[in-house]
């Protein structure tokens, strides 16, 4: 392989651009010529695709966000779009490409594979941490450890009004955020899409909390919770204990900047790394993962069409500690 390509796509995540100076800095190792796409798959379309040298990557690992930037392309989602991708590749004599981004741009590695027998490499890069084949995601432990520190600000004033939060993170379809900010945040109700919990079973826990003179309550709302946003779950359980005082946050897009953790930095030096030796040896249609402390690899299908489990004990965990 004499050419390989990198690009981020879908929501961008701290340490992205580790993982694009690790796929620069590999390939430049390996003797092979690097290029840059920008704004994912609809770079590609539109022939936004520049030579890489090892400076282009200088000083960039520490930065948050994503030099190549990002895009959810929607051409990309129609063929006559990966065609027209597909010839780019093909005029800059690129042989690979390294995708760094989540479930949407492994989809489109996918179908892009089948389409025109095109290696792509998947790096997984989402703050979610909801990708099948790896234990962690590129972004996930900064973005929980941004949350913390909102959260650890927010319990400083609930406590001294003797207040209950609401804080909804993260997480269109997963819970890892909440579960995990929830437990180092000391959260006495985490709602997440994994577990069902009605509305009825919160304000038990709420009113038992108060029974007990706890000084604050703080209640964890994953945005893709079954029950709604963290607006609806206020809504609903004012009608059940009306008399309390509420108070909402909604920690959103900041989840998603700042710098990397140094877990993040090195998570997406591996697999930055990993990818480009695995298209060297002719890997393709796969993403890269670490699966306890191992680099290891995993099909788009199968990374596609399973749910990555999220550990139940953990909320368990939570209800246990809160008393
Ligand atoms: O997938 C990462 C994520 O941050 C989700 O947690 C969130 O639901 C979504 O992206 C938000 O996307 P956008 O930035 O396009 O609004």
Redesign the pocket.
């Known amino acids: 392989m004499k050419r390989i390509g990198v690009l981020t796509s ?2 961008d ?1 701290p340490g992205m651009n580790a993982a694009i100076r690790a796929v620069v800095r590999a390939c430049i190792y390996n003797n092979v010529e690097v290029y840059g796409i920008e704004r994912g798959y609809q770079g590609l379309i539109e022939n936004k695709i520049m030579r890489m040298g090892s400076h282009s990557v200088s000083n960039i690992i520490q930065r948050g966000g994503t030099i190549l930037k990002t895009a ?1 392309s929607k051409d990309f989602m129609k063929a006559e779009g990966r065609k027209m991708a597909f010839e780019n590749l093909m005029r800059h004599e690129i042989e690979g490409i390294v995708a760094i981004g ?1 479930n949407g741009t492994y989809t489109g590695a996918k179908i892009f594979f089948e389409e025109h027998g095109f290696p792509i490499i998947g790096v997984p890069g ?3 941490n909801d990708l099948y084949g790896t234990d962690y995601t590129i972004g996930f432990d900064t973005a929980i450890n941004t949350a913390l520190e909102a959260i650890d600000r927010i319990r400083d004033t609930a406590d001294s009004h003797d207040r209950m939060f609401f804080v909804e993170v ?3 379809e997963a819970g890892f ?1 909440a579960a995990d900010v929830g437990i180092s945040g000391g959260a006495e109700v985490i709602l997440i899409p994994e577990t069902k919990m009605n509305i009825a079973e919160v304000a038990e826990i709420i009113k038992n909390g108060w029974g007990r003179k706890k000084s604050s309550q703080l209640i964890v709302v994953a ?2 919770d079954e029950i709604g946003g963290v607006f609806t779950v206020v809504e609903k359980l004012k009608e059940v204990i009306p008399t309390l005082e509420y108070r909402v946050t909604v920690l959103g ?1 900041i ?2 900047g700042g710098s990397p953790t140094a877990r993040d930095r090195v998570l997406a030096s591996r697999l930055g790394e990993a990818a480009v030796t695995a298209l060297i040896e002719g890997k393709n249609n796969a993403a890269v993962g670490l699966v306890h402390d191992a680099v290891t690899f995993v099909s788009f299908e199968d990374a596609i069409h399973h749910k990555k489990p999220l550990n139940q004990d953990l909320i368990h965990l939570a209800n246990v500690l809160s008393v």
């Open positions: 879908g929501g995540a959810r989540g989402t703050i979610d993260m997480g269109r955020i945005e893709g897009h989840q998603r």
